[in-house]
C-alpha cells in the first residue's frame, strides 16, 4: 500500500514531490524520507518520466535545505523545551539523551552519519540546533551528509532497477533473495546499534560525578 501511494506521489508531482517529502523530513517530521529517494529512483529507471540526474540534486537540495531549517528550530526552541514536548513528535526522553551523548562525543560525525540512520536523519538538525553546535560547522557536514546520502540511495537504486530489468529468470530471482536478505542485515544491524548507543548514553547520563575534593583534605 506505501509503495502505491508513493508511486502516485511521484506520478502526480515528480521532483517537487521529493523535494518537499525529503524536506520535511529532514526538517523532523516522521516521513519516509529513505523510502521516497528509493522509491523515486526505482520509478525513474523503470518509466524513465524523472532523470536520475535531476533527481539526486533535488533531492539533496530537499534534505540540506530541511535541515537548515531544522537546525534553526532546534536553536530557537532550546533543548528546554524539546525536553517537554518532543515526545509529541517522537523525540522522547531516550532519544534526546542519546542526541545529547552523541553531539558531544561525536559533534561534527554526527550530522554528516546521522544522515544515514533513520531516528538520527529525522532529528539530527533539531537537536544540532539545541545542542548549539556552531552553524558553519553544522552548514559544511550537512550539506556532505545530503549530497552522499542522495547520491548513494539514489544512484545506487537507479543502478540496481537497471540492472533488474536485464536480468530475468532464477538468475533475477536469486539477485532479488541476496538484496532482500542484505537490506533485512543492514535494518538488524541499524537498530542494535541504535539500542547499543541508547543503552551508552544512558549510563553517562546517569553516571554519578564524584565530588571534587579540596586541598588539604
Same mark, same amino acid.
Given at each position: ?21 525529503? &524536506?520535511?523530513?529532514? *526538517? ?8 521516497? &529517494? ?13 532523470? *536520475?540526474?535531476?533527481? =539526486? ?6 534534505? *540540506? ?12 526552541? @532550546? ?21 545529547? #551523548?552523541? !553531539? ?8 554528516? #552519519? @546521522? ?7 529525522? !532529528?539530527?538538525? =533539531? ?9 558553519? *560547522? ?22 540496481? @532497477? ?8 532464477? %538468475?533475477?530471482?536469486? &539477485?532479488? %533473495? %541476496? ?9 538488524? !544491524? ?11 548514553? $544512558?549510563?553517562? &547520563? ?6 571534587? $575534593?579540596?586541598?588539604?583534605?
Amino acid at each position: 500500500m506505501a509503495g502505491f501511494h508513493l508511486h502516485t506521489l511521484l506520478h502526480e508531482y515528480g521532483y517537487i514531490g521529493v523535494f518537499l517529502g525529503v &524536506m520535511l523530513e529532514s *526538517i523532523g517530521l516522521p516521513l519516509p524520507g529513505e523510502s521516497l &529517494m528509493i522509491a523515486a529512483a526505482l520509478y525513474a529507471s523503470a518509466t524513465h518520466a524523472l532523470d *536520475i540526474f535531476v533527481l =539526486v540534486p533535488v533531492a539533496a537540495a530537499g534534505a *540540506i535545505s530541511g535541515d537548515q531549517i531544522g537546525y534553526l528550530i532546534g536553536r530557537w526552541i @532550546g533543548y528546554r523545551v524539546l525536553a517537554r514536548w518532543g515526545r509529541k513528535v517522537g523525540l522522547t526522553e531516550e532519544r534526546l539523551g542519546l542526541g545529547r #551523548f552523541l !553531539f558531544r562525543k561525536y559533534g561534527p560525525a554526527v550530522v554528516f #552519519f @546521522g544522515r544515514f540512520v533513520a531516528i538520527l536523519r529525522t !532529528f539530527a538538525a =533539531v537537536l544540532s540546533g539545541a545542542n548549539r553546535m556552531p552553524w558553519h *560547522i553544522f552548514l559544511v557536514w550537512n550539506a556532505l551528509g545530503g549530497i552522499g546520502w542522495t547520491s548513494l540511495y539514489g544512484f545506487g537504486a537507479y543502478a540496481l @532497477g537497471d540492472a533488474a530489468k536485464r536480468v530475468s529468470g532464477p %538468475v533475477g530471482i536469486g &539477485m532479488a %533473495v %541476496v538484496g532482500s536478505v542484505a537490506l533485512v542485515g543492514a535494518v538488524i !544491524f541499524i537498530k542494535r546499534n541504535e539500542r547499543r548507543l541508547m543503552d551508552e548514553a $544512558r549510563r553517562q &547520563m546517569e553516571a554519578p560525578r564524584l565530588p571534587s $575534593r579540596r586541598r588539604g583534605v
